[in-house]
């Protein structure tokens, strides 16, 4: 099986996790910008902006929200270790990009925020909605799952080349006094 082969996604993906919508986004960290359409526009906040950093988390460099970027240091230094021909075919399709959710007209993508990211495997992105996912990012998103980010394989339209900081992880930075 190569890494791009799509196959069927397994259960218990996810298990103890929830993806951070709006709501939540919007009550912990703000509206990053007051308009959006469906192409990325930079963050008006400027308490936000403050937290936005640009690093390298192993297989290439990001710009997010700073305690997203330093949990894919420690997420990618995992896949590295544990799955490492997956970790060498990786790269990152974006993670700062203030727009809505792709075919929303209101829903705003995490995205919006840096706390999610878009991989490619190969440089080949996983085909969003067709319920299925590549072999690599089934290989790497119970390391995702474990260190507290949500995969968007289980989203009501699959979007597995998708991952974001899950509600719990905002909860568990929120507890701690990081945010």
């Known amino acids: 099986m190569k890494p791009t082969d799509e196959i069927k996604i397994p259960a218990g993906t996810n298990a103890g996790l929830s993806g951070s919508g709006n709501t939540l986004m919007i009550e912990v960290l703000g509206r990053p910008r007051t308009v959006f359409t ?10 936000l902006a403050k937290r936005i950093k640009t690093d390298n988390v192993g297989p290439f460099k990001v710009t997010g929200f700073d305690l997203a970027v330093e949990d894919l240091k420690v997420i990618f230094a995992e896949v590295k270790a544990k799955c490492p021909a997956e ?3 990786l790269s990152s399709a974006g993670m700062l990009c203030c727009r809505l959710v792709r075919g929303s007209k209101t829903s705003i993508s995490n995205h919006s925020w840096g706390t999610a990211i878009d991989l490619k495997v190969n440089g080949v ?15 790497i998103a119970p390391i995702f799952n474990k260190h ?8 009501r339209i699959e979007d597995a080349m998708h991952f974001e900081v899950s ?13």
């Open 38 to 47: 469906q192409d990325c526009a930079a963050i008006t906040n400027k308490t």
């Open 87 to 89: 970790y060498a075919m």
């Open 125 to 139: 992105l996983d085909v969003r909605g067709n319920g299925v996912a590549q072999a690599a990012l089934i290989a």
């Open 148 to 155: 507290g980010w949500f995969w968007g394989a289980t989203f």
């Open 167 to 179: 509600a719990q992880r905002l909860a568990r930075w929120k507890a701690e006094g990081k945010l």
